[in-house]
C-alpha cells in the first residue's frame, strides 16, 4: 500500500516507520527543512529508543522516504496519514491550524481516490467537520476523499513496542470502505482492531488518557494523605494493585504527570464539556492536584531550608519521565525557574536532555555531565526524573555534598537503604528520613 505521512514528530514518525517494515511504502512529509535533512541521512529528530535502526533498515528496503513536497507525496497515495500537533490553546482548546492546513494541502493535490486518516488527537467531532471541509474544497470531487479517526495510544520511550505491539488498534469510520482499507493497512501487525463511528474513536483516545491522568492524580492525593496520616503510600498502592478491577499501572506517586498528552488533553476535555454546557468535576479535580503537586518538593525544603539564595541546589532528572528528552510540561521546568528566581545556583544532569534543557535556560543553569559533578557540594538535591542510573546509584554519593538534604519526586530508593546511608531523606506519600542531616 502506498501511504504518505503528514508530519514527523513522535506519533507521524513512529507511525510511518513501523508501517514501512510492515511492508508498506511510506513517504514521511514535513515542512522542517533541517528535519527532513536528518531523516534522510537516517538520523532520528527525537530520542526514542530503537527508532533510528528502523528507520535505516526501512530506507534500505526503500520502503521509507522523506520529502518536503507534500504535492509528489499526496498526489497519489492510497492513504494519507495526519500525525501534525494539535497543541493546547490558551484556554485550554486544542489548536487545529497545522490540521487544517495538511487538509487544504491534500484537497489541493490529490489526482486519484485516498483515505484521509487523522491520528493527531482532535476534539470529539472534528473528524465530521473535517469531512465537511473536503466536501466544500473538492465539490464535484468530493468523492476522492473518505475521512476515518485512528487515534494513537504510543507513549514516549516506548513508542515503538506500543506501535508494534498495541494491545487494540481503534478505528473510526462512517462507511465500509475506510474500514476495509484500515483493517487492510493494518493486517501485517495482527493486533485486535476496534471500529466504530468517528466521534466515538475521538472519545476513545481523551476518555483513555484522561482516565490515566486521573488514576495518577488519585494516587497523588492518597500519597498526601497518608504523609499526613503516618501510612506509607508504597503499601497502600501494593494493597490497590493486586485487585484485578483496579491493576498496578500508573499507581506510582510523584509530582504529577507531564509530557505532551496528559496536560494537553485533560484540559481540552475540560473545555470541550465546559462548550456543551457540561462540567467534567474529575476531570477539573484531575488538572488540580496535577498542578499543586508539581511543587511538593519545594514546598517539602522549604520546612528544612529557610532560603534558596546562594545555595547550590543539585537536580537529578528533568525529563518528564524516562526514556525520552521530551520536556513538555515537565515538572522539573517550573521548580528549575522557581529556584532561579529565589537566587538558587543551580546546577543539573539529565541523561538525554541536557541539549534541549539548554534551549530553554541558556547559561542561567549549570550543567553537570554526571551525578558526581552536580552532587559536589550542593546544599540539597531535587530528583524530578527516575532514571534508571539514578535508582541503581549508592546513595552514599549523597554524602560528598555540603549537607546531604535529599528530594525525591519520584521514590527512588527504599526507605531502608536512605536510613543506612544517613541522608535526609524526603519522598512522596512516604515516611520523611532523618530529622537532620549528617555532614
Known sequence: MKIAVAGTGYVGLVTGTCLAEAGHTVTCVDKDELKIAMLKKAQSPIYE??????IVLAQRANRLNFTLDYQKAYAQADVIIVGVATPENEDGSANLQALYTVCKQIADTIETPTLVVVKSTVPVGTNDKIANYFDRLLGNRKNLIEVASNPEFLSQGTALRDTLCAERIVIG??????????????????QPILTMNRRSAEMVKYASNDFLALKISFVNDIANLCEVVGADIEEV??????????GSQFLSPGIGYGGSCFPKDTKALHWLAEEEGYTLRTIQATIDVNEKQRFKLIQAARKDISSFAGKKIAILGATFKPGTDDLREAPSIPNIRLLLNEGADVHIYDPVGMINLASIFGDAITYGDSVEAVLQDADACFIFTEWKEFKAMDLKS??????????????????????????????????KIGGHVFA
Not at 469510520?173 to 495482527?190: C, D, H, N, R, S
Request: charged share 30%; with cysteine; glycine share 12%.
Open 173 to 190: 469510520t462512517e462507511g465500509g470502505y475506510a474500514e476495509k482499507i484500515l483493517k487492510t493497512m493494518y493486517e501485517p501487525f495482527g
Open 49 to 54: 529508543p530503537g527508532l533510528e535502526e528502523k
Open 398 to 431: 549523597f554524602q560528598q555534598m555540603r549537607e546531604a538534604r535529599v528530594y525525591d519526586g519520584r521514590n527512588c530508593f527504599p526507605l531502608a537503604a536512605a536510613k543506612e546511608a544517613q541522608i535526609l531523606y524526603y519522598s512522596i506519600g512516604r515516611q
Open 237 to 246: 498502592t501494593r494493597g490497590m494493585g493486586t485487585d484485578s478491577r483496579i
